[in-house]
């Protein structure tokens, strides 16, 4: 199994070096993802390849041009790739981990980076599955958001994980945050890791990591836990934290 991301943009050269590193570097060595950029330059519109205009109506900034971001999306079609095409926008839906699972068991997909004012609004209505925002702020280009897109999905591949483990143990799944880490020294600065963590009791160590995330996105994120799979025990938990709260 194996996914493509097929990322559409004006700075291909952005793209060189946050993929040679750590476990995305070796995913690709072993081919369980390739990331191919397309220059969209190479589709701009008459001799200065032109890649944005000026907006109808008037206004600031420009506006990317719909003939060489179609004519990109196109040849990546006919080149056989089916998945979705994904535009990178701050009007979006906002990226969250269900949606980097769904996309992680995709064969391809194809991501568009805006720039300047963003895109010509027909690309959108006409070949545009999906757009996504990577949060409630504006960014320059649509690079990095692409980087977040592919660095959140690629990890979640079949395979790419040493341990297929981390990921199931990961915040975000089952809907809560993760419980604290430590790993030694038992004790730093005076600070020491706590007692059941070195106890080799794996059933106390497991209800206290539960505890934990509970406890943690509670504080956090409590707006998690209204989608988060919990038991009785948990909700019994999160009760008397909110009563010691209150108390
Ligand atoms: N004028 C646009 C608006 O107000 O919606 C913003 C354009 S922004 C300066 C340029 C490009 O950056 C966008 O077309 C998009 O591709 C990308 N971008 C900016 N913020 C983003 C975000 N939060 N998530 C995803 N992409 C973003």
Redesign the pocket.
Known sequence: MSLVFHILTLFPGMFESPFRWGILAKAIQEGKIRVETHDLREYGVGPHRATDDYPYGGGE?MV?KPDPLVAAIEEIRARGAKGPVI??????EVFHQQMAKELASLSDLTL????????DERVRQGWVDQE???????????EL?AMVIVDAVARLVPGVLGNEDSALKDSFEGGLLKYPQYTRPAVFRGMRVPEVLLSGDHGAIARWRRRQALKRTLERRPDLLSKAELDSEDLRFLERLRSEAEG
Do not use: F, H, K, N
């Open positions: 900034g990317m535009l990178l926008t701050p009007q979006g568009v980076c805006g720039r300047y004012e963003g895109v996504v925002s990577i949060g409630d702020y504006i960014l320059t280009g649509g958001a």
